[in-house]
């Protein structure tokens, strides 16, 4: 079993800690692969928006003048482009698209950071149980023995040592889901960062006041910015003018020499396709305005209901779990003295570790539920876990 060889040598286990995984983050596949896409998404956005070069044409022709009078080449050449009077806004939307991905990239820094937070958390409480149920194993192991040479002596049925022989296998069952889970965190990290060895497990103790601090969501201030771009293209739109094309030419015709300047500006006032697009950004502006509205009342209910859920966590579970784990053991070690002591039947003694055995299944269900909750609150947010958790 090879956790259980981890747990006896662990010398023998190149592990890896948390700090180390946080830091390995920003030089993974996965988070350039993300990081990646949104700054080209923004300079795919900005494309659209700097001005295009000075365009240059030409053509040649022949004239042959009706009365015959004169005839021969003519050419002429222009050079045009469009010029952009977006003033300020123009400059801040390509600046903030900018921003924009910065701070998405923070996002995407921070819950990968959470996803390695959950994953390190649930893969060090499972290995708390695995251990548990290898010491309980181990006193399976001694009443399987005991109960065999009762047998081969006559003063044990048959029937008792298939009891406890399928108790025994019962457990080691239960030993090898764990390991299988263990194994399965171990594949959620190495999809996410270079990870070759065993956690190194260490208490994680968040700072449950910072945690609720808002000035720790990455997603706020990216969501802020969000609406900050769309104000900036609304203002835009609005302006009566915002762009305008100018050209030069030359053209050399038989008897003259013709240089001509040419201004268009397009007026967005009277033109339906400058309405949609004023239309199109003030609804813009709204769905942001209200994402970050909902965003923060989202915030502020779940909040609520994670603060609840760790002060029940508390009362009922921390404060309980050392004086019930105390009882178990002692109960399991006065019923084992019993037993081999021929005070006690075997099934009480079953029944006795099988109390434990419930138990551990219980906390173990109980502390994986509270830490992933804690772990799908700061993923939601944006919460970086390395500003917020003291490792002990």
């Known amino acids: 079993m090879k956790y259980l060889i981890y747990m006896l040598f662990p010398v023998l286990v190149t592990a890896q800690s948390i700090e180390q995984l946080y830091e390995s ?37 022949y004239a042959n003048v009706r009365d015959g009078s004169d005839e021969g080449s003519e050419f002429g050449l222009n050079v045009a482009k469009t010029l952009n009077f977006g003033g300020d806004a123009l400059e801040h939307i390509i600046d903030k698209n900018k921003n924009y991905a910065t701070l998405s990239k923070e996002v995407t820094k921070n819950r990968m950071r959470t996803q390695l937070w959950t994953t390190y958390g649930n893969y060090c409480i499972t290995m708390q149980a695995l251990q548990a149920k290898a010491a309980l194993a181990s006193i399976y192991d001694d009443i399987r023995v005991h109960i065999q040479k009762g047998v081969a ?3 044990f049925d048959a029937s008792k040592g298939i009891m406890a022989e399928l108790s025994l296998n019962n457990l080691n069952l239960q030993i ?15 999809l996410l ?7 190194e497990c260490k208490k994680l103790s968040p700072d449950f006041n910072e945690i609720f601090n808002p000035k720790h969501s990455a997603l706020w201030p990216m969501l ?8 900036e293209k609304l203002s835009y739109t609005q302006q009566a003018f915002n762009q305008t094309n100018v050209s030069l030419s030359y053209n050399s015709e038989i008897d003259t ?17 400058s309405e949609a697009k004023k239309e199109a950004a003030l609804q813009q502006l709204s769905s942001v305005s209200h994402e970050l509205k909902a965003f923060e009342n989202s915030y502020k209910q779940e909040t609520i209901t994670l603060k609840n859920r760790i002060a029940i966590y508390r009362q009922y579970l921390k404060n309980t779990e050392k004086s019930i784990t105390h009882s178990a053991d002692k109960l399991i070690a006065q019923s ?14 079953l029944k006795a570790t099988e109390t434990k055995l419930q138990m551990i299944e ?10 992933s909750a804690v772990g799908k609150y700061m993923y939601k947010y944006a919460i970086d876990p390395k500003e917020i958790d003291n490792v002990k």
Do not use: C
């Open 336 to 349: 084992n003295m019993r037993f081999l002591a021929g005070e006690e039947s075997l099934i009480s003694m």
């Open 25 to 61: 983050v920003q030089s993974s596949d996965t988070y350039k692969s993300k990081t990646q896409s949104a700054v080209a998404n923004a300079q795919l956005k900005n494309a659209a928006l700097y001005q295009d070069g000075w365009s240059v044409g030409g053509g040649i022709g």
């Open 193 to 199: 960062v270079p990870f070759d060895g065993q956690f």
């Open 362 to 371: 219980t906390i173990l269900q109980l502390k994986i539920q509270r830490h």
């Open 224 to 231: 802020q910015e969000n609406r900050e771009i769309q104000k």
């Open 176 to 190: 090898s889901q764990l390991e299988n889970t263990l194994q399965s965190y171990e594949a959620q990290i190495k």
């Open 257 to 273: 020499d013709r240089y001509m300047l040419n201004l268009n500006i397009p007026l967005t006032y009277g033109s339906s396709k």
């Open 153 to 155: 002596y006559g003063e």
